[in-house]
């Protein structure tokens, strides 16, 4: 029987109102800004979907299937530091190791011909496997929709779905990397049916050697969805993912078009991997990631660049180290709605279409952030103990990158940190990809952006003693004393006014850096 599911998606979905999470209205800020977007991205699938039932440790398809099988051959990390020959085995720490036991308990729902898949029931230990063959790559129809309807999935040695060879839309070519990239017709797509609620518990695999002396990889799968090619992501429906390593991975390009997605993950909640090269895209839905639940993890993690068109992005990454957004190529937000927080590491880029505050504070904080106009109306508001994600497992934060289409250049701010009104020390305005250009305050944000601490070029310091000369004795006007003159209103000298406005959170450009962020005394 043929059939006919169309999944409408608004994918340059922006909120009205700029709290989390309130709906807001497009910003008429910067209309000289044009930046690439998706104003509906449709995923209609045409003919047959075939219907996989999962039960425990059995499935049931129907409606075809001549492509679906089962087997035990999960890939693994097993329980070893060495091959026979005496190479060593991989890198893997002895909590990512697996019995043979262990791995044979688990199921794999093998995909291996192009299509449309439908998924519901229960997956207790197993892993759903796509794989067309190694010809797939470059094959424009080896073309899988993963549709999960109602599924959950849980697999504890190795990641709970894989898509390993299927059509790559992307090149991993440096010379060609943009952070603008169309994976429209990439062979991975991950869809979540409407009103369908999924769960996927996921590991992962440790890198694993070649039985060779050079110690080359043979396979690596750091994510609890773990993609080879490029993948995009559908809505409407809603996808939980449990990660014990990376929640969401691939090795070149992700999109996200829609869909409601809470990651919980031991480390990077998404990560896209080829250096210098890899997009994350997302245009769309709600997105709330809490990472790093073990040493390290950022939310967002890109290798090469990170760009958010529109929807609800919030994330917050491991507080000693990691960053609620970061990428080696650049992070630019273009729309939507996004709190990031964590270490004050990596912020939004100066080509940003969307006005966007990175917020440096002097001490730790845990409570909420509320932006509001000088006339007291408010304009942003999160809250991470009342995040129905982020609240499950509140981080402290140093850095807050936070963009909304409520933002104007120009315009003045409060900004509230945990009830209390904060201040900043220095202003500065974005110019260039970590190039910042000073404006109020004489601070100049830390963890890598802006003025190195260590430089090859500076002078070196005399030798010996420094010998300080006294201050002079005659021609020096002697310290006025009594009271200080009073100014008319609006006639102070500039350096006075600057000092006294530190508490104003003025919107000098699209982007822009407070640094040393503390609670007015």
């Not at 059995?58 to 097993?78: A, F, L, M």
């Not at 424009?140 to 993963?146: D, E, K, M």
């Not at 950022?298 to 090469?304: E, L, M, T």
């Not at 008319?488 to 530190?502: I, K, L, M, V």
């Amino acid at each position: 029987m043929k059939r006919l599911l169309a999944l409408t998606l608004a994918a340059s979905l922006l909120l009205t109102g700029c709290g989390i999470p309130k709906e807001t209205t497009p910003s008429e800020s910067t209309p000289e800004t044009t930046v690439p977007q998706v104003t509906e991205a449709v995923k209609e699938i045409t003919g047959e979907i075939v219907d996989i039932r999962l039960d425990g440790q059995n499935i049931t398809v129907t409606g075809g299937g001549e492509g679906v099988y089962t087997s035990r051959d999960i890939i693994y990390y097993e329980n070893k530091t060495e091959y026979p020959s005496g190479n060593p085995y991989g890198d893997g720490d002895a909590w990512e190791m697996h019995s043979r036991e262990e791995a044979e308990g688990h199921l794999v729902v093998n995909i291996t011909a192009p299509g449309s898949y439908r998924l519901s029931g229960k997956l207790d230990k197993g892993q759903i496997r796509i794989d067309l063959g190694e010809d797939a790559k470059k094959d424009p129809n080896a073309v899988v929709n993963l549709i999960l309807d109602g599924a959950e999935i849980t697999c504890t040695v190795a990641p709970a779905i894989v898509f390993r060879n299927v059509y790559e839309c992307g090149s991993s070519s440096e010379k060609k990397a943009s952070p603008n990239v169309d994976t429209t017709t990439a062979g991975a797509n991950l869809i979540l049916a409407e009103n369908s609620k999924n769960i996927v518990n996921g590991s992962h695999v440790a890198k694993i050697y070649k039985d060779k002396e050079d110690e080359k990889k043979l396979v690596k799968q750091d994510g609890a969805v773990y993609s080879y090619m490029s993948l995009n992501v559908y809505g409407p429906g809603a996808l939980e993912i449990n990660a014990d390593n990376e929640g969401l991975d691939t090795e070149l390009h992700l999109t996200i078009f829609g869909g409601d997605i809470a990651i919980f993950s031991g480390n990077d909640g998404i990560n896209t991997n080829e250096d210098g090269v890899s997009v994350t895209a997302i245009h769309g839905g709600t997105l709330r990631i809490t990472a790093g639940l073990r040493e390290e993890g950022d939310g967002i993690d890109s290798n090469g660049y990170l760009v958010i068109y529109g929807g609800t992005v919030i994330a917050a990454a491991h507080p000693a180290s990691d960053a609620g957004l970061d990428s080696d190529m650049g992070s630019f937000i273009h729309g939507g709605t996004v709190i990031a927080l964590g270490a004050p590491m990596d912020w939004a880029e100066s080509d940003s279409g969307q006005v966007t505050m990175n917020l440096q504070f002097a001490q730790e904080q845990t409570g909420d952030i509320r932006i509001t106009k000088e006339d007291g109306t408010e304009v942003f508001a999160f809250d991470p103990a009342m995040d129905p994600v982020i609240g499950l497992n509140t981080r402290s934060y140093r850095g807050a990158i936070i963009s909304c289409p409520g933002f104007r250049v120009g315009d003045a701010y409060l900004v509230f940190a945990g009830g209390r009104q904060m201040a900043h020390t220095g202003t500065d305005v974005m110019i260039g990809p970590g190039i910042f250009f000073p404006g109020e305050g004489d601070q100049q944000p830390v963890g890598g952006i802006g003025i190195p601490e260590d430089r090859d070029d500076m002078p070196e310091p005399p030798e010996g003693d420094v010998q300080i000369p006294p201050p002079p004795s005659e021609g020096v006007n002697p310290i006025p004393q009594g009271t200080p003159p009073t100014w008319p209103e609006g006639e102070a000298p500039a350096d006075t006014q600057q000092r006294e406005a530190r508490t104003v959170f003025r919107m000098q450009d699209k982007v822009n850096f407070f640094s040393g962020l503390h609670t007015i005394q």
